[in-house]
């Protein structure tokens, strides 16, 4: 897949506007608020207030952090919240039934639990849900985000300069057509420019540009034309990237 100057400047600029994203995100917007069905549904809808959040929904909300994605992205799990009232401790698992068929629950919402590896009788009673988030799964998967979206950056500006080095090559070949250069003065060419083709080929442009001013044009492999028209497709490399 060919990608083009402008394809890696934009590439750059992206991974500049995700990391922007971030901050604004971290430093801003510090809550997010999601109802209990949302959440469920791993959605990234959220609202930034509670309050809207309940009226709209008309359910329990959870504060899901400074990044709805979180839930979306798997990084959060609900678990349930009980009451625990009554408590009795048992000697033995007979006596835990014994007073487990005693215990009468006070409030009609409420369970009698028998827990024989507690060894203690209770009447419990659902009360919400609680959201635990995990922030350092989480804020690895944005890191590791980050660095896929730098490195693709700079694959795509690299590939651009080497490119556009191959561009300046092709503008040298160019220019020496028309000259009739004899095969012993095409190698003489040819070592000439030596150096300055494997700068251009690893998309050293700078580097190129010196070793390209550092010539000394002879009249005929090397004139004064030659070089300034390289060192303007060198710095039109340079200026695009």
């Given at each position: 897949?060919?990608?083009?100057?402008r394809?890696?400047?934009?590439?750059?600029?992206?991974n500049?506007k995700?990391?922007f994203l971030?901050?604004?995100?971290?430093?801003?917007?510090a809550?997010?608020?999601?109802?209990?069905s949302k959440?469920?549904?791993l959605?990234?809808?959220?609202y930034q207030?509670?309050?809207d959040?309940?009226?709209?929904?008309?359910?329990?909300?959870?504060d899901?952090g400074?990044s709805?994605?979180i839930v979306?992205l798997?990084f959060t799990?609900?678990?349930?919240?009980?009451?625990?009232?009554q408590?009795?401790a048992?000697?033995?698992?007979?006596?835990?039934?014994?007073k487990?068929?005693a215990?009468?629950?006070e409030?009609?919402q409420e369970?009698?639990?028998?827990?024989?590896d507690?060894?203690?009788v209770y009447c419990?009673?659902f009360l919400?849900k609680e959201?635990?988030?995990n922030?350092?799964?989480?804020?690895?998967y944005q890191a590791?985000?980050?660095a896929?979206?730098?490195?693709?950056g700079a694959f795509?500006?690299a590939?651009?300069?080497?490119?556009?080095?191959?561009?300046?090559?092709d503008?040298?070949?160019?220019r020496?057509?028309?000259?009739g250069?004899?095969t012993?003065?095409?190698?003489?060419m040819?070592?000439?420019?030596?150096p300055i083709k494997?700068?251009?080929?690893?998309?050293?442009?700078?580097s190129a540009?010196?070793?390209i001013q550092?010539?000394t044009?002879d009249g005929?492999?090397v004139t004064?034309?030659?070089?300034?028209?390289l060192i303007?497709?060198?710095?039109?490399?340079?200026?695009?990237?």
């Amino acid at each position: 897949m060919n990608i083009s100057r402008r394809e890696g400047r934009q590439a750059i600029k992206d991974n500049m506007k995700y990391l922007f994203l971030i901050l604004i995100t971290t430093n801003v917007f510090a809550s997010n608020w999601m109802p209990l069905s949302k959440i469920q549904a791993l959605s990234s809808q959220a609202y930034q207030l509670e309050s809207d959040c309940k009226k709209q929904s008309q359910e329990q909300c959870l504060d899901v952090g400074n990044s709805p994605e979180i839930v979306s992205l798997g990084f959060t799990s609900l678990t349930d919240k009980f009451s625990k009232s009554q408590v009795e401790a048992c000697l033995d698992a007979d006596d835990c039934e014994t007073k487990f068929q005693a215990l009468i629950c006070e409030d009609s919402q409420e369970t009698s639990i028998k827990n024989l590896d507690l060894l203690e009788v209770y009447c419990s009673k659902f009360l919400y849900k609680e959201l635990a988030i995990n922030s350092a799964g989480f804020s690895a998967y944005q890191a590791n985000k980050l660095a896929a979206a730098q490195m693709a950056g700079a694959f795509a500006q690299a590939k651009s300069l080497r490119e556009c080095g191959g561009k300046v090559m092709d503008l040298l070949l160019i220019r020496n057509a028309p000259k009739g250069l004899t095969t012993s003065q095409i190698k003489q060419m040819v070592l000439t420019y030596a150096p300055i083709k494997g700068l251009l080929e690893t998309g050293s442009l700078n580097s190129a540009k010196e070793e390209i001013q550092a010539i000394t044009p002879d009249g005929l492999l090397v004139t004064a034309g030659d070089k300034t028209a390289l060192i303007a497709k060198v710095d039109e490399c340079i200026g695009g990237n």
